[in-house]
């Protein structure tokens, strides 16, 4: 069986006992037997691992998981490299942890693979390098914490997640469903790459779905200041009319800047948003009706609530 680490309140003596440890290795260097030298190096190997463990307070993190998620917890937002979190955990499955941190207990912990999948999109990459972060250059072995507050809901999404990933249907399709069975729900990259079994062309099959397609997917570079940098939202299960998809993103954040986030009809922005509320997500209205010869120009677009927007159209007919 493999053996545990062994952490300790004081690290000193520990680390007291890996210099004897080496010190004594010494003379082991001197003989000719391979396999004595390796056999007297193992205490010096699981010594090592104790300390790392030590490092932070067993009474504050016991286990390994705990370890892993407290230190990254001091650095959010910071490229950690996989070699410092086998080093405070102690042990060799700490990637094993790192997942079930993910799924299991709603962590965003994003992977060097996720970010460089993401940086298929320019937006993306410019929202990363806003928090200092380079999705081109970061490793496939680093990590990043992006929030450091569990998301209670995570589990039962990876559990809808899994049973999506599963179909024998083109990724496109799974992330479109995956969306659907979550409406309002915070999504995160690295959801949405193992949705797609790390296929890197995920980030750009999102972008497809909402600009080609008309889905209402937001982030923080669309409009949705309120986000965190790597997440989105389907805001709501229904697509845009054709003309509304080809509203250049530009143009878009322009007018809902212009508009100050908010309803031109009844003044609704995202701040405001409850349960209750019928008024969901803010839309783009064009002034003169795209049948009617109407651009997708700034001037021609107003910001209304989809309640108003439902309204006008409505006295439309």
């Known amino acids: 069986m493999t053996r545990r680490s062994q952490p300790n309140n004081i690290p000193e003596d520990i680390r007291q006992s890996l210099v004897d440890l080496l010190v004594n ?26 300390l790392g463990s030590s490092l932070i307070s067993p009474d504050e993190a016991p286990s390994a998981r705990d370890r892993i998620i407290a230190y990254l917890q001091q650095y959010p937002q910071t490229v950690i490299d996989g070699d ?45 390098e806003a928090i200092g972060i380079d999705p081109l250059r970061i490793k496939p072995d680093q990590y990043v914490l992006m929030r450091t507050e569990q998301d209670k809901e995570a589990a039962l999404r990876w559990n809808i997640l899994n049973e999506i990933r599963r179909k024998k249907i083109a990724t496109k399709d799974k992330l479109i469903e995956y969306f659907r069975k979550n409406v309002g729900a915070q999504v995160t990259g690295e959801e949405l790459s193992y949705l ?19 889905w209402p997917i937001v982030t923080k570079n669309t409009g949705r200041e309120d986000l965190p940098v790597g997440v989105y939202v389907l805001e709501e ?13 530009p143009v878009r954040v322009a007018v809902l ?3 100050h986030f908010s309803c031109v009809r009844c003044g609704w922005n995202r ?4 349960k209750d509320d019928p008024r969901k997500m803010l839309e783009l209205h064009h002034k003169k009706h795209h049948a009617d010869g109407g651009d997708n120009t700034e001037e021609n677009l107003e ?15």
């Open 25 to 50: 290795f010494s003379e082991e260097l001197k003989q000719d037997n391979l396999r004595a030298k390796v056999v007297a190096l193992v205490p010096a190997f699981h010594k090592l691992r104790d």
């Open 84 to 128: 410092e979190l086998m080093v405070v955990s102690g042990i060799s499955e700490w990637a094993r942890r790192v997942r079930e941190l993910r799924i299991q207990f709603g962590w965003w912990i994003y992977s060097g693979v996720t970010f460089r999948q993401m940086a298929q999109n320019p937006d993306d990459i410019f929202a990363f």
């Open 196 to 214: 797609a079994s790390n296929t890197k062309e995920w980030a750009r099959r999102v972008r497809e779905l909402r600009t080609e397609e008309g």
């Open 237 to 249: 299960d229904r697509q845009a009319p054709p003309h509304d998809r080809k509203i250049p993103d």
């Open 257 to 259: 800047e212009r508009d």
């Open 271 to 274: 701040d405001m948003l409850s």
């Open 303 to 317: 910001t209304l609530c989809n309640v108003c927007h439902d309204d006008e159209h409505r006295e439309d007919r």
